[in-house]
């Protein structure tokens, strides 16, 4: 990657996981993205917030917003879990101050109270499963979230892993019929 001096076209948009962010989106007519991961208890007050108030402007006539989810998709629900404990233990080692993810075998059943909040918290809008699940969470969430558009997120330690479960994830989405993401 390099930069290149000159003017360019680069799409403004505000990133947020609040209310306060919400409203400066719909105050500035700008797309919104909401990270859930950061606040999962904000994501349909702010989403509807900013649907109901935004100011249409000339970057935006009406509301476009994406929504962060985590995706752990893969042929059977107990690997699903595997890979998926390399992010619970991301997360539960990001509220401690020392991120990084580590896969382990029934690492749920072996974790604290509070790194099980702290874990609750940091993942409450996660799709795990195989394939068949996951979409059916996807579909679900869109309808929750009323996301025009999704961003999927996963630490899976295992970057062949990593990339099947975006594969399941998409595909899934893209061959079921009437899918919300066909608008």
């Not at 107990?78 to 997360?91: D, G, I, R």
Request: aromatic share 10%; charged share 20%.
């Amino acid at each position: 990657m390099r930069g290149i001096p000159g003017k360019h076209n680069v799409p403004q948009w505000i990133l947020g996981s609040s209310m306060s962010s919400a409203n400066l989106a719909a105050r500035l007519g700008l797309p919104y993205s909401f990270a859930p991961h950061f606040a999962p208890h904000f994501l349909r007050d702010a989403v509807t917030h900013y649907r109901a108030n935004l100011k249409p402007s000339a970057v935006l006539d009406t509301p476009y917003v994406i929504a962060g989810v985590n995706v752990f998709a893969a042929d059977t629900q107990q690997e699903a879990q595997y890979h998926a404990s390399s992010h619970f233990h991301w997360v539960n080692l990001l509220y401690q101050g020392r991120p990084r993810p580590l896969p382990e075998e029934d690492y749920l059943q072996r974790i604290s109270a509070t790194e099980r909040h702290n874990r609750q918290q940091g993942t409450a809008y996660t799709a795990m499963g195989n394939v068949t699940q996951v979409g059916d969470w996807l579909r679900r969430f869109i309808t929750l979230s009323e996301a025009d558009e999704l961003i999927i997120d996963a630490r899976i330690h295992d970057p062949v892993a990593l990339c099947r479960s975006y594969q399941l994830a998409a595909e899934d989405l893209m061959t079921r019929k009437s899918s919300p993401l066909e608008k």
